[in-house]
């Protein structure tokens, strides 16, 4: 198998000219044989320095990248608060979904709501019929709905800190924002060198749907496992990356794209090395036991093997339909209506741009010739998202894992000056303060 080694973001020759690195690799291998990128600094190996010299220099090579995206979140974060707290339409609504007695109440509404419940009380999954129903909702909405990884981890860390379940899944939602940060950075490095990544990174911060990475929802936890899941295949590290993809499957339905990369990528390595590789066959095993499992178990309790199914589509009316609800959507907006089903006009609106400015980013990905674990993952994720009925303004939410797609548009932004690249996220992160977290919450449903 051809390859080439990635331009080390911190060697002499890069730090002078950023601008000159390759970018992406001869071909579409599921893996660079290559350090880490938490090991960029070493010169030398494990056992000829002391530990503590290697960790600073890991703590100064991160620090930057944590402080990018800190602030430039932090920005965005004021604003969506701001403008909750100014507009005061929260404290008309249901608490459950939205009101209370501050702006802050409106992070863990609606799927925030759900998690609560099930940190607090877990799961009594059932598909009750509503008596006499005859529209799009059949079934009484139940806990089940919800996957089991984050309310979990919302329940530990408040046994372990005394923090509420709200403050826990904020915690959780924070700490792993930055962890899928670093991830993001990890992964775009090996593009466009650290320049890259760090606009990789601050974008991801302001991208529309990033509303969604500072509140009580699963979409952090969830980013932060398939980023690194993706880096793992990458660096040939298939034990780690099938652990992690188990792990994301215990949290959202859609990381079957995920699987679905892992699976494409270990047969293109056993293709190309032979098949006496254990990594990939182990990490092919691992990988779908968390999705699969939780879909037997909620199954079994409904007494019916597609009961998670039944109920997405009974109780909050998600279902695959070949994409005619995106299409009714599309078709709908060209021409200024707002009468097809679910339909929210703002939070509609980015929605649609959202997935054309995806389509677009498609080929420019393509361009950089990236691992077979990227692309899979992106078109996978794209296409079962695409391809559901569900409230259409949720889109830009959904999306918001496609990750890969950030990688063009930084490799091109590495040629800005540090200032210019910092002034533009930062006036970009003003704006998603509307955008990315106000159109969300209070202008639409997340």
């Known amino acids: 198998m051809s390859s080439m080694n990635p331009v080390n973001p911190m060697s002499p020759m890069n730090s002078r000219n950023n601008a000159t690195q390759p970018v992406g690799r001869p071909d579409l291998g599921s893996s660079w044989a290559s350090a880490s990128v938490v090991d960029v600094d070493a010169d030398s190996g494990p056992g000829d320095e002391a530990l503590a010299p290697r960790l600073r220099r890991t703590v100064r090579h991160h620090l930057p990248v944590l402080a990018l995206y800190g602030v430039t979140k932090l920005i965005g974060f004021s604003v969506f608060m701001y403008l909750l707290d100014s507009a005061g339409e929260f404290r008309k609504k249901n608490p459950r979904f939205g009101g209370g007695a501050h702006a802050w109440d409106v992070l863990a509404s609606w799927d925030g709501w759900w998690y609560q419940q099930i940190a607090a009380n877990g799961y009594d999954p059932a598909l009750v019929h509503i008596p006499g129903a005859t529209g799009m909702i059949t079934v009484h909405q139940n806990s089940a709905a919800f996957f089991p990884l984050y309310p979990a981890t919302m329940r530990l860390v408040s046994e372990c800190t005394g923090l509420g379940l709200y403050g826990a899944g904020m915690l959780v939602s924070v700490v792993c924002s930055f962890v899928a940060a670093l991830g993001i950075y990890a992964v775009t490095v090996r593009f466009g060198g650290r320049r890259a990544g760090l606009a990789a990174v601050g974008l991801w911060a302001v991208w529309p749907g990033s509303g969604m990475e500072w509140t009580a929802y699963s979409e952090s936890l969830y980013i932060a496992l398939a980023v690194w899941a993706c880096h793992a295949v990458m660096t040939d590290r298939w034990i ?24 494409v990528a270990a047969l293109l390595t056993l293709y190309r090395r032979g098949a006496n590789q254990a990594g990939p066959w182990i990490a092919m095993l691992i990988a779908p036991l968390g999705l699969g499992g939780y879909l037997l178990y909620v199954g079994n309790e409904m007494g019916n093997l597609g009961g998670y199914f039944a109920l997405q589509k009974g109780g909050w009316g998600h279902t695959f339909d070949y994409g005619r609800q995106t299409l009714d959507v599309f078709t709908s907006i060209a021409v200024g209506r707002f009468d097809y089903l679910y339909a929210y006009r703002f939070e509609d609106t980015i929605g649609v741009v959202v997935v054309l400015l995806d389509l677009l980013l498609i080929p420019l990905l393509i361009r950089l010739r990236p691992p077979a674990v990227l692309i899979v993952f992106t078109i996978l994720t794209l296409t079962l998202i695409l391809s559901s009925q569900q409230m259409f303004g949720n889109v830009s939410r959904y999306l918001l894992p496609l990750f890969p797609l950030l990688i063009p548009l930084a490799v091109r932004m590495r040629t800005l000056s540090l200032p210019t690249l910092f002034t533009l996220l930062g006036i970009t992160a003003v704006a998603s303060g509307s955008y990315a977290g106000y159109a969300l919450f209070e202008l639409g449903i997340p």
């Open 240 to 263: 780690t990356a099938g652990i992690l993809t188990f792990t994301a499957g215990l949290n959202r339905p859609t990381s079957v794209a995920l699987i679905a990369a892992l699976t």
